[in-house]
């Protein structure tokens, strides 16, 4: 199967980058699984060995151009895989088979296109939708340790609300727990400082250092207050055998079962899970993760898509 992946950016990215680091992984499972790879990004992007790049200008990189890419007999593929709506009226005049990830929640009364597929259960329910497939990752990428630390880490866009820095400080702060805080960026960090006697500021991590961080964490903290979508981090602490101390919202109850960390309903809970953690063999959990949330894994779901895409 010939697969377009339509994300036009820089690959990989500089930073935290999640939609831009699963669309890498979709595109090495999608090799690994015998088909030619395409993504449409910008022209000096570094994409997996065996996948094939489009470039696209960063000035160019409107929807669009895939029609004017079919007018000159330059698009031969058997799907695009489209990762945010395209803009009106692409998909129907492209006249190629297409799905669209939607990785965001989206407003009331908002339309999607043809085939979309959503990141849980939980995120397509709330959208009108059954479809969904579950984002994965690259097991290579990231270690486990047998030995963990006595911090806690909350790993999230600190200056994002709805991720909850600030409940994480306190619920911490009330359990008596150390905490590690990275992503996101140092002005929102100065703004709470007042909070953070006895916190650690690790900054916006990536690579080796996040991979370090995430194995060997007690546990991740996730306390958020809205529906997630997903939760990549998630699925990158069991992966790296951390169990997951999170908000049961959203995805949260499909990701995070009594086996691999604690869901919470309360502030009070919160508290109590910090106080007795949980205590999980590492390899159980990375094993669950591979099982569930690889970028095989993802690649083999996707590939159902495409395929109902094309006969439909």
Sequence with gaps: ????????????????????????WLAQGLFERGHEVTIAAF??????????????????????????????QKLNYDIVHFMAPPEEG????LGIPSVTTIHGNGVEGEVFPKNSIFLSQDHARRHGSQRFVYNGINPDEYKISIKKSDSFLFLSKTSWKVKNLRGAIRYCKEARVILKIAGGNRPYIERVKAW???????????GAKKAE???????????????????LVVIE???SGTPVIARSRGSLT????NEVGVLCKSDEEFVHALKNPPRMSPEVLRSYAI??????????????????????
Excluded at 47 to 58: A, D, I, M, S
Excluded at 254 to 257: D, M
Aim: with cysteine; net charge negative; glycine share 6%.
């Design 1 to 24: 199967m010939k697969v377009l992946l339509f994300h036009p950016c820089q690959l990989p990215p500089k930073d935290y980058g999640g939609v831009e680091r699963v669309v890498l």
């Design 213 to 231: 961080l995430l194995s060997e964490a007690q546990a991740l903290i996730f306390p958020i207050i809205w529906d997630e979508p997903f939760g």
């Design 90 to 93: 692409v998909i129907e005049k």
């Design 43 to 72: 022209p000096d992007s570094k994409l997996p060995q065996g996948v094939n790049l489009l470039p696209v200008e960063p000035t160019n990189k409107n929807a669009n151009l895939l029609l004017a890419l079919k007018l000159n």
């Design 237 to 239: 602490a069991l992966m």
């Design 196 to 206: 953070l006697s006895g916190f650690s500021w690790e900054g916006a991590v990536t």
């Design 254 to 257: 499909e990701l995070v079962t």
């Design 291 to 312: 099982e569930k949330f690889s970028h095989r894994r993802m690649a083999e779901n996707y590939e159902k898509s495409y395929k109902e895409a094309i006969s439909s």
